[in-house]
């Protein structure tokens, strides 16, 4: 029932305000609201003021902002999923107002028409949505392909005589090389400060910079260039090394777009996200940093190593693996800001390729080939000394979600291998070509069509040992 609230007499201490001890100033009571009659409200008008406050209450700005990554990921899949439909719906309804046009002097009833026509319709898109969906499958890398066959079938039909190509431009050791998403151009580094553009058709070369040379006046680099990466549509370039400078390149016409600062010392590996203009950035400073290319900024940066970061790869969306001195690979998830920490080699791994999200390859100077996987923290396989005793892994190639890899060094070849994950995993040997030198980087094309090396008289990183040896870059056509 309700009533109004009883009032109570008060303790003799709280009186009144003005019962105090002599000789203390008084102090005003704070302002106080007159209630009279206050009452319990009733469930009716409780619900009605708690309308009108809501009603007050201003919704956020942006609720993106609350999300977690999961539901980050769930929204944009919707998003996604209703623009397909949405084109679905249009390109239907214009090739039903071509094709599906009806004979008006053809006796027809209603009901077949209309059943015909759901089936059709039916048949055209699930033809079209299986296209698109294959299409953004190849287009973020998520299409598991088996080249490694087509290959050594290749291989052994020609005994091992490939058709091949050589490069050559640079005026010193060649530190890394990368194919064009669409197989049409090579992009080639140096220690000379250097940077080209070859037609894979023509063999004709561009420079896009031919460094500075201490000079400012010039475009480019003043000193070792480490690393390299392009895009997923092959718009942008990023270059890094020495100088500790960050260089954005336009690939149609070979403009400088952006130089962009932040490591403390030298950059020795960068890498574009998948299908993003987003990349990452490790250094001597042991830190990794993420960037954007479109803005052209810097967003965030990230520790975890406790020595110089050696080289860098992506293995996943938002997530990229590094390997270091310190004899660690780390897998940064980037969006969760958490790490996955792997160890096993003996000494300092100076590269590293993802073959999915999953799954990783890891050559060390200790001449080891370790393949690996997130579930365990040690290799789940190692290929001991495959270039012999002594010699280090100073290169390994593999082209994302594919079933070949290869590993150079100093001993005069390139062995190409095919990595089985499962219960009995290995590294299956395929073949071997011969190289020269020191072999840096190694590049396999997508179809398995072109694998590339490039060869000096230096390791990428250093010079440790030298070899007499004409820096060049090979081209092998598996066609």
């Known amino acids: 029932m309700l009533g109004k609230r009883k009032q109570g007499k008060r303790p003799a201490a709280f009186a009144k305000f003005g019962d105090r001890p002599k000789g203390k100033k008084?102090?005003?009571?704070?302002?106080?609201?007159?209630?009279?009659?206050?009452?319990?409200?009733?469930?009716?008008?409780?619900s009605d003021i708690e309308e009108e406050t809501q009603k007050q209450v201003p919704e956020r700005d942006d609720p993106s902002r609350y999300e977690t990554p999961d539901e980050k990921r769930h929204r944009l899949a919707k998003e996604i999923l209703r623009e397909q439909q949405t084109l679905l719906k249009r390109k239907k309804q214009i090739e039903d107002d071509d094709f599906f046009i009806q004979d008006k002097d053809e006796p027809r009833e209603d009901d077949e028409e209309e059943e015909d026509e759901?089936?059709?319709?039916?048949?055209?898109?699930?033809?079209?949505?299986?296209?698109?969906?294959?299409?953004?499958?190849?287009?973020?890398?998520?299409?598991?392909?088996?080249?490694?066959?087509?290959?050594?079938?290749?291989?052994?039909?020609?005994?091992?005589?490939l058709p091949s190509v050589t490069l050559k431009g640079h005026k010193r050791t060649i530190t890394g090389i990368e194919l064009d998403p669409r197989g049409k151009f090579l992009y080639s580094i140096s220690k000379d400060s250097s940077i080209i553009k070859w037609d894979l058709n023509t063999s004709q070369k561009l420079f896009i910079s031919l460094g500075r040379d201490h000079d400012p006046s010039k475009v480019g680099h003043y000193d070792e260039i480490l690393c390299l990466s392009v895009n997923y549509d092959g718009r942008y370039l990023v270059t890094a090394g020495k100088d500790r400078l960050i260089h954005l390149w336009d690939t149609h016409n070979q403009k400088l777009i952006d130089t962009m600062k932040g490591h403390r010392d030298t950059i020795q590996g960068i890498k574009f996200k998948l299908n993003s203009n987003e990349f990452c950035t490790v250094s001597s400073d042991r830190t990794l940093k993420l960037w954007d290319a479109a803005e052209r900024a810097y967003m965030d940066t990230f520790y975890g190593h406790q020595a110089e970061i050696n080289g860098l790869d992506v293995c996943g969306e938002n997530r990229m693996i590094s390997c270091g001195f310190d004899r660690k690979l780390i897998v940064w998830k980037l969006e969760e800001e958490s790490q996955l920490i792997y160890g096993g080699h003996d000494?300092?791994?100076?590269?590293?390729?993802?073959?999915?999200?999953?799954?990783?390859?890891?050559?060390?100077?200790?001449?080891?080939?370790?393949?690996?996987?997130?579930?365990?923290?040690?290799?789940?396989?190692?290929?001991?000394?495959?270039?012999?005793?002594?010699?280090?892994?100073?290169?390994?190639?593999?082209?994302?979600?594919?079933?070949v890899a290869a590993s150079g060094s100093k001993d005069g070849k390139v062995n190409f291998f095919s990595p089985v994950i499962g219960k009995e995993s290995s590294l299956k040997q395929l073949f071997t070509v011969p190289s020269e030198g020191i072999v840096n980087d190694i590049q396999i094309s997508s179809d398995g069509d072109l694998a590339a090396w490039c060869e000096g008289g230096e390791p990428r990183l250093g010079r440790w040992f030298t070899t007499k040896c004409k820096d060049q870059i090979k081209l092998l056509r598996f066609q």
Not at 363 to 391: C, F, M, R
């Open 26 to 46: 008084k102090q005003q009571p704070p302002p106080q609201r007159e209630v009279e009659d206050e009452e319990i409200l009733s469930d009716e008008v409780a």
């Open 347 to 403: 000494y300092s791994i100076d590269c590293v390729k993802a073959i999915n999200p999953n799954a990783y390859l890891s050559g060390s100077q200790d001449g080891n080939i370790s393949l690996w996987s997130n579930a365990k923290k040690k290799p789940i396989y190692t290929l001991h000394v495959p270039h012999g005793e002594g010699n280090w892994i100073t290169a390994l190639g593999h082209y994302y979600n594919t079933d």
């Open 118 to 161: 759901e089936e059709r319709r039916g048949v055209y898109e699930d033809a079209v949505t299986k296209a698109l969906q294959e299409k953004i499958k190849k287009k973020k890398q998520m299409v598991f392909k088996e080249v490694a066959a087509g290959m050594s079938r290749r291989f052994e039909e020609t005994d091992g005589v």
